[in-house]
């Protein structure tokens, strides 16, 4: 199976091409070799690759600069999803697309499923929205798969940060109000290899038929101050640390230029009843994630 990979240089992208690279002939860009924002370049690669699978791993993903820059974040997270979704359909491949938590405003009390309406609280999420909407409005043979809080120890992460504080300074401040989904990266990777691997007879057609959003992130709910504290508790080096305490605190206590939903957990349900799949635990994941 031939599967173009996007974005292979960020975090999801460098654990995709190890779990495809498994089981099919993945021709890898990262914004070196294929700029997104160049719609021509785009549409010549996929005619050129021909692949059975298109995975795009590559996004406008700085939240807090996506508020001054919400024109290039709609270009790469909305327009140019849409052109993938069109030129696959045209190619008859399959495309397997990420979405995130911050297409909700947080303001519910259980998680959230696939079809709860959608209320982007900041110009990240409205640019995300946008891609979810090109590719259900052009009716486009996509898997949308919605994660959230993606972490590996050795990119810039939440966990990242966390191992780096706790070994420089004794008391960390952390946010106590935020709950979500913390995801491995390399278990979003695997999931995702393994749902491809599922469609391997005929990609388009299964993709088409099952097209639409699926939520694919780290089983239960944490806060950002559950996370930290895990990560520090879970540390195979912790003789390196210097922390000695961690301080819940309020989101309000640390004033960023976009704001975050404070309860966006995803229920991954839909998922499982389709493809069978569904991600370990996140505790279990935090704990691998730091021994690998
Ligand atoms: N990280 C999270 O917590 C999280 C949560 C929910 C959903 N997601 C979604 O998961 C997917 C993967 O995210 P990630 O964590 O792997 O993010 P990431 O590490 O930032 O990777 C995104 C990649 O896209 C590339 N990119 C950005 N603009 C580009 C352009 N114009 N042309 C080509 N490549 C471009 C980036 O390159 P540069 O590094 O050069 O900019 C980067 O390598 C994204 O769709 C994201 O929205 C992530």
Known sequence: M????????GQVGVALGGALGCFARVTAYDRSTLDLSDTDAVVGALRAARPAVVVNAAAFTDVDRAESEEAMATRINGDIVGVLGEECRAIRAGLVHYSTDFVFDGKTSRPYREDDPTAPLGAY?????????????????ALV???????????????????????ERESLRIVADQSGSPTFAGDLAMATALLIHGVRNDPFGAIDDA?????MAGGGVATR???ATATIASDPRASEH???????????????????????PLDCQK???RFGIALPPWRAALARALRQ
């Open 271 to 273: 998922l499982q009843h």
């Open 125 to 141: 999420g409205r640019s995300k929205l946008a891609g979810e909407t090109a590719l259900a409005l052009a009716g486009a043979p």
């Open 242 to 264: 210097r922390v000695k305490d961690v301080v819940p605190v309020p989101t309000s206590d640390y004033p960023l230029p976009a704001p975050r939903p404070a309860f966006a």
């Open 2 to 9: 031939e599967i173009v990979l996007l974005g292979s240089a």
């Open 225 to 227: 101050f559950d996370l």
């Open 211 to 215: 097209r639409g959003v699926y939520h």
């Open 145 to 167: 798969l919605r994660t959230a809080w993606v972490y590996s120890p050795g990119r810039r992460s939440f966990v990242a940060s966390i191992l780096r504080l706790a070994r």
